[in-house]
């Protein structure tokens, strides 16, 4: 059980003072990025639960694009709850293209997994929906830099038994040097409005442990979280680049590394041959975490 801080100045400062380094990820300090558009190298950015359609996800998008600015996205991986309130195709251009117009126009490819408001009326919508780059499927994967990194993107609204095997077979024939993980429901998170999946947890994680999984990205409860590493595994959630639940973290959960629940945000990724760099920026261009998965 990790210790319980009182925040004295800021809950902000409470969180993120407990951070902690857990077996198998190396964390650094705030400047880990040698910006480089060497083709050795991925960049991308992932952003969980954005598509509110109002001025926090504006707010969010405009510090993503000054981001690529810095070093263009290979890819933006969306979390899911892509589109509020519903998932529903009547929504996408306000609710993405407009905001995310200028990473559009220079041809940066989003791909997207369902959350569970994209499919109160949506799953059709966005399976087929073009910029999501999802080609009718619920699930699938993105391969990039030449076997460099394999992305298997899940749907958790519908993990079943066809969608398992599915995935095992597709961990097991894979030959990226990194395998990653992304889905919008976490198996492990310090959010009080959601918290852990156990369900889906006892369905995934035997496998991603098994196959050599590194890192998983989700979202659903609207906070940042980078936990202590978990059998070999480094999970991420990513939840609040449209809105934040603020005062929303267990202090009290023994798996956090840190955590934050203050403002919306996003994540700048980086992989190379010998590790993954990560970044987690605030709307207003602040680094709130960072470090390096080996």
């Not at 799953?123 to 080609?135: G, I, S």
């Not at 889905?183 to 442990?209: A, C, N, W």
Request: aromatic share 10%.
């Amino acid at each position: 059980m990790g210790k319980e801080i009182t925040p004295l100045i800021s809950r902000r400062q409470a969180i993120l003072s407990f951070a902690t380094i857990g077996a198998g990820a190396l964390i650094t300090p705030h400047s880990i990025f040698g910006v480089s558009n060497a083709k050795d190298k991925i960049r991308f950015a992932i952003v969980g639960d954005v598509g509110t359609g109002d001025g926090d996800q504006i707010r969010t998008a405009n510090q993503m694009a000054a981001q690529h600015s810095k070093g263009a996205f290979d890819l933006v991986i969306a979390a899911g709850d892509n589109i509020y309130p519903n998932g529903s195709g009547k929504y996408f251009e306000r609710h993405f293209e407009q905001p995310f117009s200028s990473l559009l126009r220079d041809r940066v490819n989003f791909y997207a997994v369902l959350g569970n408001h994209d499919v109160k009326s949506g799953r059709e919508d966005q399976n087929q929906y073009a910029l999501f780059n999802m080609k009718g499927r619920n699930y699938y994967t993105i391969k990039q830099g030449d076997g460099l990194a394999e992305f298997f993107m899940l749907d958790s609204t519908d993990f079943d038994n066809v969608q398992a095997a599915w995935l095992e077979d597709a961990l097991k024939k894979s030959t990226a040097k990194w395998k990653i993980a992304v889905f919008h429901h976490p198996i492990y998170s310090s959010g009080t409005k959601h918290g852990s999946d156990m369900r889906l947890r006892r369905q995934v994680e035997p496998l991603l442990t098994k196959y050599g999984v590194k890192a998983v990205f989700s979202g659903h409860d609207h906070i940042y979280e980078r936990t202590k590493p978990q059998n070999g595994i480094q999970y991420f959630v990513t939840g609040a680049g449209g809105q934040c639940r603020r005062g929303d973290v267990n202090l009290r959960s023994d798996f956090r590394a840190v955590s934050y629940d203050e403002d919306n945000h996003f994540m700048v990724v980086e992989i190379d041959d010998k590790r993954i760099s990560f970044q987690a920026i605030c709307e207003n261009g602040s680094i709130l975490d960072s470090g390096i998965v080996k």
